[in-house]
């Protein structure tokens, strides 16, 4: 296994060589798979059901006898209500996809999942996605897809229009946006009818927050550091300061994510914090002529040396321990497969890709959107940190609640970040970690 951060990954074709052979997944599906049905639990946004579509016709064809469905939850607080209570009650499909880092490790994953460690694909994975699909007691997560990188997207054609260069500091950021805003163009998309969105101002500074406090993550999860304080306080103070300045799209309130990819498209919108992974897929599903169009920087500061992307490893798909039998069979198999070259390329032809993979042996296709060679100077140059949720195991539940209240006007940076503080206790205390 390989470390993200201490390898230097490269974005283009020819990412992660060497490898483990398709054939040593399953491409026939093993005896036991035969005549089997599988059901997988995912969240019902269109990249994730394009996703895992491509994959299940693409095992398909090397695994005709077995049958593949899907059934959908919501996206956010309310789908992981959902995961969590399947998982309690023993209801759970044969498979779901879910998150990695802290909010996996609510799911007491020792108690509820299959532990994959004795699996030999596992030896494939690059060492930052283990940690963040794995206990001291076992690992449970394949990866699904590619990693990806919180941070600001924008668009390429409002940025030719108005002259304007890609900002390196908060200050330069903020002054593209006043000539923006004077053009007549919304600078920021905000579109909190889907809460998850609001939380980026906050979880896209990360690294930025880590290139102030090296160690601060750690001290986060012994409880001697907090959010209403700086470094952590800035991405919570970045999205007040943008509401208060005017910033952000009129409708912001109703507004959804697909209205805000959107708005970047069609250059009503210059900017919008996202995922790239999740622009990715849906620029290169619904827009496919403008993936070009769309390029991504940093989340701004004004107070580290140099900008760097705050990166996320990809969600992972899990077994619960309530699939047995030639069933738990079939279902590792379909997971050995997703973590290999060949569900690697189903991948990639299935969606847009934000970012590079983690399996050894995984190659990127030539052409990647401009959003993904936007970030190779980033990876090359070792300016990348993990997000905060895969150094720490604490992620209180109500933060997209509280950052759509901040990106609202209706709560101040100092008393979400304070409210969220809060937040985060009750779920450190049920973890058993020392300091609470």
């Not at 007040?240 to 805000?260: K, V, W």
């Not at 979400?416 to 205390?429: M, R």
């Given at each position: 296994m390989r470390s993200f951060r201490s390898k230097k990954l490269a974005i283009g074709a020819g990412v992660l060589a060497v490898a483990l052979g398709a054939t040593g997944c399953s491409s026939g599906g093993g005896d036991d798979a035969d005549g089997t049905e599988l059901s997988i639990y995912i969240d019902s946004t269109q990249s994730s059901v394009d996703l895992f579509d491509g994959l299940i016709a693409a095992y398909n064809e090397e695994n005709p006898d077995v049958t593949i469905t899907t059934e959908t939850h919501p996206a956010g607080g309310e789908g992981d209500n959902l995961v969590k209570t399947r998982l309690a009650t023993g209801e759970m499909n044969d498979l779901f996809f879910y998150n990695s880092g802290s909010l996996f490790q609510a799911l007491n994953p020792d108690q509820t999942l299959v532990n994959l460690a004795d699996e030999d694909w596992t030896g494939s994975l690059l060492d930052d996605f283990v940690t963040t699909v794995s206990t001291d007691d076992g690992l449970y997560g394949a990866p699904v897809g590619a990693s990806f990188a919180g941070a600001m997207t924008y668009s390429k054609p409002v940025y030719e229009q108005l002259g304007l260069e890609v900002p390196t500091t908060l200050d330069e950021f903020n002054a593209n946006n006043e000539i923006i805003k004077a053009a007549g163009i919304d600078p920021i998309a905000q579109t909190y009818g889907d809460t998850w969105t609001s939380q980026l101002f906050v979880l896209?500074?990360?690294?930025?927050?880590?290139?102030?406090?090296?160690?601060?993550?750690?001290?986060?999860?012994?409880?001697?550091?907090?959010?209403?304080?700086?470094?952590?306080?800035?991405?919570?103070?970045?999205?007040?300061?943008?509401?208060?300045?005017?910033?952000?799209?009129?409708?912001?309130?109703?507004?959804?994510?697909?209205?805000?990819?959107?708005?970047?498209?069609?250059?009503?919108?210059?900017?919008?914090?996202?995922?790239?992974?999740?622009?990715?897929?849906?620029?290169?599903?619904?827009?496919?002529?403008?993936?070009?169009?769309?390029?991504?920087?940093?989340?701004?500061?004004?107070?580290?040396?140099?900008?760097?992307?705050?990166?996320?490893?990809?969600?992972?798909?899990?077994?619960?321990?309530?699939?047995?039998?030639?069933?738990?069979?079939?279902?590792?198999?379909?997971?050995?497969?997703?973590?290999?070259?060949?569900?690697?390329?189903?991948?990639?032809?299935?969606?847009?890709?934000?970012?590079?993979?983690?399996?050894?042996?995984?190659?990127?296709?030539?052409?990647?959107?401009?959003?993904?060679?936007?970030?190779?100077?980033?990876?090359?140059?070792?300016?990348?940190?993990?997000?905060?949720?895969?150094?720490?195991?604490?992620?209180?539940?109500?933060?997209?609640?509280?950052?759509?209240?901040?990106?609202?006007?209706?709560?101040?940076?100092?008393?979400?970040?304070?409210?969220?503080?809060?937040?985060?206790?009750?779920?450190?205390?049920?973890?058993?970690?020392?300091?609470?």
């Open positions: 896209g500074d990360f690294y930025n927050v880590l290139a102030q406090d090296p160690e601060w993550a750690d001290e986060y999860t012994a409880n001697e550091a907090k959010f209403v304080d700086e470094p952590g306080l800035a991405g919570f103070q970045n999205q007040q300061d943008a509401f208060d300045a005017g910033y952000f799209n009129e409708d912001f309130a109703s507004a959804t994510y697909d209205d805000g990819v959107r708005m970047l498209v069609e250059g009503t919108a210059a900017h919008y914090p996202m995922l790239t992974g999740n622009v990715a897929s849906a620029v290169g599903a619904n827009y496919p002529d403008a993936v070009g169009d769309i390029g991504v920087f940093p989340m701004p500061s004004n107070n580290v040396d140099e900008p760097g992307l705050t990166v996320w490893m990809p969600n992972g798909l899990y077994i619960p321990k309530s699939t047995e039998g030639a069933t738990l069979e079939a279902a590792k198999d379909f997971a050995a497969w997703v973590a290999s070259p060949a569900g690697c390329d189903a991948a990639a032809a299935s969606s847009t890709l934000g970012g590079p993979f983690v399996v050894d042996g995984c190659d990127l296709p030539d052409d990647v959107p401009a959003i993904v060679s936007d970030m190779q100077p980033y990876f090359d140059n070792g300016q990348t940190g993990l997000a905060l949720e895969f150094l720490s195991p604490i992620k209180g539940p109500a933060l997209e609640q509280i950052t759509v209240e901040v990106g609202s006007g209706i709560r101040d940076a100092a008393d979400g970040a304070a409210l969220y503080d809060e937040d985060v206790k009750k779920q450190a205390q049920q973890l058993g970690l020392d300091g609470w």
